[in-house]
C-alpha cells in the first residue's frame, strides 16, 4: 500500500508536498547512500519503541523490500518495523520532518506495484500481527495490519468461525494489504470485498495523529467535524462532499460487484451512517496508515461440495457462469487448459489435475456451501443437469 503521506493537504511541518516531490526527495537521499540516509535512521531510531533495532537502512535489507509481486522494483530509504500505534506516529512524523513518503507494506504479494516505493517502508509483519480479540457473538475480531489472513482464520476455527475474505494468497497476505488494495476473493459473491467487511479502523493521519474511523450517526459526525486538527478538517471536507456531489457520485459510480479501483466515495455518500473506514478501505495507504481493524467474521459453512465442468472452449465455460451464478453457488473458478496443461507437466501439480477428464478446452469450478447435505446436493444436481 504506497502512501504520499498526505490526507487533508498538511503535515505536521505545514503544506503537504506533492507525491512527486516527496519521492524526488527520497531518490535525492538513496543517491547520497547510507550516508546521506543515516540522520533519517537517526531520527526514526529515536522515537521508536524498540530503537536502532527497529531500522533498517543498510542497502540489502533495503533491497528485500524493494521488490513485491508485480515488475516494478523500488529501493526504499528505510525499513522499520513498528511495534505498536506510537511507532507508527512517530515514523510518520518523520517522514513529514524529512519530506519523504511512507509505504505501508503488507506480504508483498501485489501484482501491481502496490507494495514499493522510494520511501520508508513499514513492515508489520514483524511486530504487529496480532489478533487481538474475537467477539463470536457479534462476529467481530480486532486484528492488527500485519496478521496473514491465514493465522487468522486459524485463530477462528476453534469458534467456528473464518474471515471471509479469500485471496488466493491467502497464506501470505496481510489484513492490511487486504484494506488497503480492497481484496477479495473466490467467495465474493456471497461476501463481498473487504469494504463490505471491515466495522472499524484505527488509523495514523499524516500530520502523525490517531483516529478512529466507525460507523457515526449524523450527530457523532457532526461532533468530529467539530474538532480541531486533522481529523477534524477531514469530516468537514467528507461531509462537503457528500452535501455537494451525492447525485453526481452516485450516478456515475458503477454498480458491479468486485469494483476495487479509485476512492470508495459512494460508501460516504449513503444516506445513513457515515463511517470513514470504507474510505480508507481501497485507498493504497494515500489517505491514513492502518494500525489496527475491526472486521466481520462469519459462520464456517458445515457442507461444502465442489463439481467439475468440463467444456471444449472458454468461450462456451464463460458463457456458462452466468447459468451457474444462477444456482446460487458460494464460488465459480475457470481454469483453461494452459493452467491444466502446466499442472500436467509439473511433479508438484500434477496430482491436483488427475480428476481432469480428457483434454478440455476450459473447467468451470463451481463450489455450493449449505448447513444440509441435501440440500447442497440438490444444487449441484440441478445445476449439472441444466449444463451437462
Same mark, same amino acid.
Given at each position: 500500500m504506497p502512501s504520499a503521506g498526505t490526507v487533508a493537504g498538511r503535515t505536521i511541518e505545514g503544506d503537504t508536498p506533492s507525491t512527486f516531490a516527496t519521492v524526488t526527495r527520497a531518490r535525492e537521499l538513496l543517491h547520497g547512500g547510507e550516508e546521506a540516509l543515516a540522520p533519517l535512521a537517526r531520527d526514526l531510531a529515536a522515537g521508536l519503541s524498540g530503537g536502532a533495532g527497529d531500522v533498517e537502512i543498510d542497502r540489502y535489507r533495503r533491497l528485500l523490500y524493494a521488490t513485491d509481486a508485480s515488475i516494478y522494483e523500488m529501493e526504499p530509504v528505510a525499513v522499520v518495523y513498528p511495534r505498536s500505534t506510537a511507532d507508527v506516529q512517530h515514523a510518520m512524523r518523520v517522514a513529514g520532518k524529512h519530506g519523504v513518503p511512507v509505504l505501508a507494506?503488507?506480504?508483498?504479494t501485489s501484482l501491481s506495484g502496490q507494495g514499493v516505493n522510494h520511501a520508508i517502508v513499514l513492515d508489520f509483519t514483524l511486530h504487529m500481527a496480532g489478533v487481538l480479540g474475537i467477539d463470536a457473538e457479534n462476529g467481530t475480531a480486532r486484528v492488527q495490519p500485519g496478521v496473514v489472513l491465514s493465522e487468522l482464520n486459524k485463530a477462528l476455527r476453534p469458534h467456528g468461525l473464518q474471515y471471509p475474505i479469500d485471496p488466493s494468497t491467502a497464506n501470505r497476505a496481510t489484513i492490511g494489504g487486504g484494506v488497503g488494495n480492497n481484496s477479495c476473493g473466490a467467495h465474493s459473491g456471497v461476501y463481498g470485498k473487504t469494504v463490505d467487511n471491515v466495522?472499524?479502523?484505527e488509523v495514523v493521519l499524516a500530520d502523525g495523529s490517531k483516529a478512529a474511523l466507525e460507523a457515526l450517526n449524523e450527530d457523532e459526525a457532526a461532533e468530529r467535524g467539530g474538532r480541531e486538527g486533522l481529523e477534524g478538517d477531514i469530516y468537514r471536507g467528507v461531509r462537503a462532499i457528500a452535501r455537494e456531489h451525492r447525485a453526481e457520485v452516485e450516478k456515475r459510480f458503477p454498480k458491479i460487484l468486485r469494483r476495487v479501483s479509485g476512492y470508495?466515495?459512494?460508501?460516504? *455518500? &449513503?444516506?445513513g451512517p457515515l463511517n470513514l473506514a470504507k474510505l480508507v478501505v481501497g485507498s493504497e495507504g494515500t489517505l491514513a496508515t492502518v494500525t489496527e481493524a475491526t472486521v466481520r467474521v462469519v459462520p464456517i459453512p458445515p457442507v461444502k461440495m465442489l463439481t467439475a465442468l468440463h467444456f471444449r472452449t472458454v468461450v462456451?465455460?464463460?458463457?456458462?457462469?452466468?447459468?451457474?451464478?444462477?444456482h446460487g453457488p458460494s464460488a465459480v473458478e475457470l481454469v483453461d487448459d494452459t493452467i491444466i496443461e502446466r499442472c500436467r507437466e509439473s511433479a508438484g501439480f500434477r496430482s491436483l489435475v488427475e480428476f481432469v477428464e480428457g483434454e478440455p478446452g476450459a473447467l468451470?469450478? *463451481? &463450489?455450493?456451501?449449505g448447513e444440509q447435505a441435501e440440500e447442497v446436493e440438490g444444487k449441484v444436481e440441478g445445476l449439472r443437469d441444466e449444463l451437462v
Open positions: 507494506r503488507g506480504g508483498g466495522v472499524a479502523l470508495n466515495l459512494d460508501e460516504v *455518500v &449513503e444516506e462456451e465455460a464463460a458463457a456458462a457462469t452466468v447459468r451457474a451464478n444462477a468451470l469450478l *463451481v &463450489e455450493f456451501a
